[in-house]
């Protein structure tokens, strides 16, 4: 029997879950129940395996439980960017692999964001929640905008499209003087990720019952079929998908093995075209990532008239699965400055959401996937790009669970696992360190 005994923590309101609204009403586990299926954690690999078991097994009987409410967890919490390109947070510059490897990646990274665009069309998305517009990495600096070239040479040996902006189109499309170009691919697309996993959420409402506030708290096998407690229920399944992230660890799996790490991000209070017209902030919408992965994410978002910026910085290296409310408020000072130097006459403008969120990597950029017992499956850490790589893991985790044999899953399995991690003192010191080391190195670019 696995009792879990450290739930999740979401260190401050998320800004994208602060201005959506939830269209389902809340549920949360009272009393026994009886399923075919059990997944646990809605996010995005939770919803998504949901998703793809009601499409492989109509008429089972599918559950959710989720610890918190859908939206308020990281999957509501991130900056939105559903990337196609090479991505890897853990090498500190985006293009890393060997040809293959990352030939392989962009194709996978394709089928996830085609299967959630079909999720955002059956669903009725508009186009602020998903955005298939592409995605723009800003330079400020000489550094990054040699990492701009390289990464453009990478990506024309790979016969990618792509196309480098000088400085007046970025300020064209930001209203910034700060950036000195850019480099824009067109693959990605942007999110609002609140409305997103919600609008996921409510759309399964049919197909699949959802409970939230019901975390996990004891899981174990008797006669056959798994029983997942939560505080005033329990669910019998006779399978049940593990797609709660570096939380894995907690139900007795992979551990020395996750990185879990915190990023952090503050939004701006909303303002209208009359109070900072497009020569201040630029387009409606736009969305940069940094040059070097290790500076700050910026997004403008404009709904009904009413915009708002989104910077996120930082990445820290917290074992203990938790941040404080402290540190979160410490990090939103510097994004101020951050944020001040590149709009100067937003200085007024107050950011009116901090918060923290849970990423989940691992040394060798490998997911935790896989059969872990009979009839019980993981579908977790998605290495930093979890609105497409949790999306891919939920999709794969179903078709592992329900026997179905495809070279996308024969590929996907494909891979050694997570490596271990050097012991903990010495892991907590040594990753902390690089990662703030090369935070100073982006320089300007954070
Ligand atoms: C500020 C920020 C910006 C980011 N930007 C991006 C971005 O632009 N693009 C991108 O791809 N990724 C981004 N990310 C990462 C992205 O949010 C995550 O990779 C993604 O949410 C992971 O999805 P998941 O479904 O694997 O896990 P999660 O979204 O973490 O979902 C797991 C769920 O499991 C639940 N859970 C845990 N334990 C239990 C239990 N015992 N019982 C029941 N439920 C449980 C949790 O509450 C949670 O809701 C960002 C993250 C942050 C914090």
């Given at each position: 029997?696995?009792?879990?005994?450290?739930?999740?923590?979401?260190?401050?309101?998320?800004?994208?879950?602060?201005?959506?609204?939830?269209?389902?009403?809340?549920?949360?586990?009272?009393?026994?129940?009886?399923?075919?299926?059990?997944?646990?954690?809605?996010?995005?690999?939770?919803?998504?395996?949901?998703?793809?078991?009601?499409?492989?097994?109509?008429?089972?009987?599918?559950?959710?439980?989720?610890?918190?409410?859908?939206?308020?967890?990281?999957?509501?919490?991130?900056?939105?960017?559903?990337?196609?390109?090479?991505?890897?947070?853990?090498?500190?510059?985006?293009?890393?692999?060997?040809?293959?490897?990352?030939?392989?990646?962009?194709?996978?990274?394709?089928?996830?964001?085609?299967?959630?665009?079909g999720i955002a069309e059956q669903y009725g998305m508009p186009l602020e929640t998903f955005n298939p517009c592409g995605k723009i990495n800003a330079a400020a600096s000489e550094r990054g905008a040699r990492l701009n070239r390289d990464f453009a040479r990478s990506l024309q040996a790979a016969?990618?499209?792509?196309?480098?902006?000088?400085?007046?189109?970025?300020?064209?499309?930001?209203?910034?003087?700060?950036?000195?170009?850019?480099?824009?691919?067109?693959?990605?697309?942007?999110?609002?990720?609140?409305?997103?996993?919600?609008?996921?959420?409510?759309?399964?409402?049919?197909?699949?019952?959802?409970?939230?506030?019901?975390?996990?708290?004891?899981?174990?096998?008797?006669?056959?079929?798994?029983?997942?407690?939560?505080?005033?229920?329990?669910?019998?399944?006779?399978?049940?998908?593990?797609?709660?992230?570096?939380?894995?660890?907690?139900?007795?799996?992979?551990?020395?093995?996750?990185?879990?790490?915190?990023?952090?991000?503050?939004?701006?209070?909303?303002?209208?075209?009359?109070?900072?017209?497009?020569?201040?902030?630029?387009?409606?919408?736009?969305?940069?990532?940094?040059?070097?992965?290790?500076?700050?994410?910026?997004?403008?978002?404009?709904?009904?008239?009413?915009?708002?910026?989104?910077?996120?910085?930082?990445?820290?290296?917290?074992?203990?699965?938790?941040?404080?409310?402290?540190?979160?408020?410490?990090?939103?000072?510097?994004?101020?400055?951050?944020?001040?130097?590149?709009?100067?006459?937003?200085?007024?403008?107050?950011?009116?959401?901090?918060?923290?969120?849970?990423?989940?990597?691992?040394?060798?950029?490998?997911?935790?996937?896989?059969?872990?017992?009979?009839?019980?499956?993981?579908?977790?850490?998605?290495?930093?790009?979890?609105?497409?790589?949790?999306?891919?893991?939920?999709?794969?985790?179903?078709?592992?669970?329900?026997?179905?044999a495809s070279e996308h899953l024969r590929q996907y399995q494909n891979t050694p696992g997570p490596n271990r991690l050097p012991p903990g003192p010495l892991a907590w010191l040594g990753v902390n360190s690089v990662i703030r080391w090369q935070e100073l190195r982006a320089g300007k670019e954070?």
């Amino acid at each position: 029997m696995t009792h879990i005994k450290r739930l999740p923590v979401d260190t401050g309101t998320s800004g994208w879950e602060a201005i959506s609204s939830r269209s389902a009403a809340m549920r949360a586990l009272e009393g026994d129940v009886n399923a075919d299926w059990l997944v646990v954690g809605a996010g995005f690999a939770g919803l998504t395996a949901a998703h793809r078991l009601a499409e492989l097994c109509p008429g089972s009987r599918i559950v959710v439980m989720e610890a918190r409410e859908v939206a308020k967890g990281p999957a509501g919490r991130n900056s939105g960017f559903m990337i196609d390109v090479p991505h890897n947070l853990a090498a500190g510059e985006y293009s890393s692999g060997n040809a293959a490897a990352t030939a392989l990646e962009m194709a996978q990274n394709r089928l996830a964001i085609a299967y959630a665009k079909g999720i955002a069309e059956q669903y009725g998305m508009p186009l602020e929640t998903f955005n298939p517009c592409g995605k723009i990495n800003a330079a400020a600096s000489e550094r990054g905008a040699r990492l701009n070239r390289d990464f453009a040479r990478s990506l024309q040996a790979a016969g990618e499209p792509f196309e480098l902006y000088d400085a007046a189109r970025m300020r064209d499309i930001t209203g910034s003087q700060y950036y000195s170009g850019g480099l824009y691919t067109p693959g990605a697309v942007l999110i609002q990720p609140a409305n997103y996993i919600r609008s996921l959420a409510a759309g399964l409402g049919g197909q699949v019952e959802l409970y939230e506030h019901s975390p996990v708290v004891e899981l174990n096998k008797a006669g056959g079929q798994w029983h997942a407690k939560s505080h005033r229920g329990t669910v019998r399944a006779n399978k049940v998908i593990l797609a709660v992230n570096g939380h894995i660890e907690d139900f007795g799996h992979f551990a020395g093995r996750l990185l879990h790490i915190f990023t952090y991000a503050s939004m701006t209070a909303a303002y209208t075209h009359s109070q900072f017209d497009r020569a201040t902030t630029g387009r409606p919408m736009w969305a940069l990532l940094p040059a070097d992965p290790m500076g700050a994410t910026v997004r403008k978002y404009t709904e009904a008239g009413l915009s708002r910026i989104v910077i996120r910085t930082r990445f820290t290296y917290d074992p203990s699965v938790q941040v404080s409310q402290r540190r979160v408020a410490a990090i939103a000072e510097e994004q101020r400055h951050s944020f001040d130097a590149r709009f100067p006459e937003l200085k007024k403008v107050p950011f009116e959401f901090s918060w923290a969120g849970r990423l989940c990597l691992s040394r060798n950029s490998t997911p935790a996937f896989g059969e872990l017992d009979a009839g019980l499956y993981s579908a977790c850490c998605e290495n930093g790009l979890g609105t497409v790589k949790s999306t891919l893991a939920g999709m794969m985790v179903a078709e592992l669970a329900t026997g179905q044999a495809s070279e996308h899953l024969r590929q996907y399995q494909n891979t050694p696992g997570p490596n271990r991690l050097p012991p903990g003192p010495l892991a907590w010191l040594g990753v902390n360190s690089v990662i703030r080391w090369q935070e100073l190195r982006a320089g300007k670019e954070g």
